[in-house]
């Protein structure tokens, strides 16, 4: 009898330390706010960069050139609606002086809804999202030494559709999850034209294009293990395939040259032409393997501090300009529910 007690309780500790695991660990990789429940993730990282040797880097002697410090900053925040329905937000921003390059490189809204919770075998969850990048133009300049990027965004808004599953054992955690965004195709870029190029007067001095719609997928897995009260770790993999881009047309109506004669017409029809023959399909596109891990400490029953690591290795296409040897962030985070 005293035995079979022992196990009772045994097992009850267990589902409790369990659930608690799950309900108040902002680095759970299960976590979800509760009803009425807000939660904020501010997170500061610095990242160093060794670029890669791609076409594109090399045109404009950037391949195998080092970033640092690339200055990152995070904001994840929720509010729960009822214990299943949780409105979730996803921001970031990024500073390179060394290629001077910043601007958003995240941004997403939306809803999570916990299909199945900690009463089931697996917990499941799906997510749909906004995908901002929108917001702000798309920006560059075209160079005698090829395109330059001048921020992050890529100009499109998109809808990002998700699923996360796992399960929580005693102190342990695990959850996969996998996501689709599907971008639509747009005008919303500002590209400036470089004066130094050799057709410069055939051009206005700012030109926007109409960019395909596009897709992303992503898959990963995340881990986290409470160890004590206050003190847990994570460590997770990410992948990330980003497809090429593509130009459909010149959205800009560029200025009538015929009063500079024939030469002149048939110089901006060329200069045109070749533009869209060479971006038609950009082979900018990336694969990106992410290797994370971090530690985090409970201050208090609202509020953690979590310090984490990023390390990770990509295979880029021949255009892209987002190509690595080596790119490892490093930064805090800190979590607060209330």
Partial sequence: MKKSLKCLIAATASVVSAQAFAASNMENPLYMPQNREVYLKTGAAVMYKKTDDTPALKN???????????????????????????????FGYTHDDDIDRRGMHRGR???MYRILDDAQPVVLDLYSEVFLSGVSPMKGTY????????????GRYGIIVGTRLGKTWDFF?????????????????????????????????EISVNLK???ETCAGFDTGFQITDSWSIGAGFEYYEHHDNGVKSI?????????MGATAVAQQNAVKNALLAATKNMKDGWDEYVLKLNIANQLNDSMQLTLFTEYTFDDSHSGSQNGTDVK?????????RF
């Fill in 60 to 90: 404009r002697g950037l391949d195998h050139t080092e970033e640092f410090p690339v200055w990152r900053f995070t904001e994840d925040l929720g509010y729960g609606i009822t214990d299943r329905l949780a409105l979730i937000g996803r």
């Fill in 109 to 111: 809204a939306g809803l």
């Fill in 143 to 154: 160079t005698t030494r090829g395109f330059k990027f001048d921020n992050y965004s890529n």
């Fill in 173 to 205: 955690t695990v959850a996969a999850h996998a996501e689709y965004l599907q971008t639509f195709g747009n005008h919303n870029n500002k590209i400036a034209i470089d004066p130094a190029q050799p057709w410069a007067a055939l051009f206005p001095d």
């Fill in 213 to 215: 719609s596009q897709h």
């Fill in 251 to 259: 959205h800009t109506k560029l200025p009538d040259v015929s009063a």
């Fill in 328 to 336: 490892l962030e490093t930064g805090v985070r800190f979590n607060a």
